[in-house]
C-alpha cells in the first residue's frame, strides 16, 4: 500500500509533525470506524472522519468523531448557513478527488470551508483519514486547525 498521497504530500509541505498510521480491514460498514480505531488501537471519540456536505448549496467539509454523527443543524450555524445535507458519495469523491472511506481533510482538489468537532482539541493527537483506504494520519488537532483554516464548533452528535 502507498504511504505517499496528496494528503500526506500536503501535510509534509505544511511542515507539521505527524505520523502515518495503516490498518488493514475488512469489516461492515456499520461498524467501521470502531474497528478502525480498534485496529490502530486509539479511541473512537480519537479518530475523526471527513464527511462532506453541502450548506446552503455550498460544499463544506465537517470532521467529526467516528464514535458520533454530524450534526446538519449544528454544522449549517458553524458554517453561517441555514441548511445542511449530506452530499452523495459520488459527488464527495468527484470535489475531493478521494474514493469513499479514504477522504482526508487534507490535499483535496480544492479547499472547501472546513469546520472541525470542538471534542478534537481536547486531545493531543488526533487520526484522520490520509487520503487512501488503510491509511490515516495522527496530527495535534491545532495543526489541522492551521493548516486548513477550519472553524471549530460542536458539530457532533455523540
Known sequence: ?????????????????????????????????????????????????TLLASVDGSPTVGIVPVSGRLSMKSLARAAGGKRAELIAPADAERLTGYVTGGISPFGQKKRLPTVLDSSAMTFSTICCSAGQRGLQVELAPGDLVGILGATVADIADV
Open 1 to 49: 500500500m502507498a504511504k505517499v498521497t496528496r494528503a500526506v504530500t500536503a501535510l509534509e509541505r505544511a511542515g507539521v509533525e505527524f505520523s502515518v498510521r495503516t490498518y488493514e480491514l475488512t469489516i461492515e460498514a456499520d461498524t467501521y470506524g470502531e474497528s478502525v480505531a480498534a485496529e490502530l488501537g486509539v479511541e473512537p471519540d480519537r479518530l475523526f472522519k
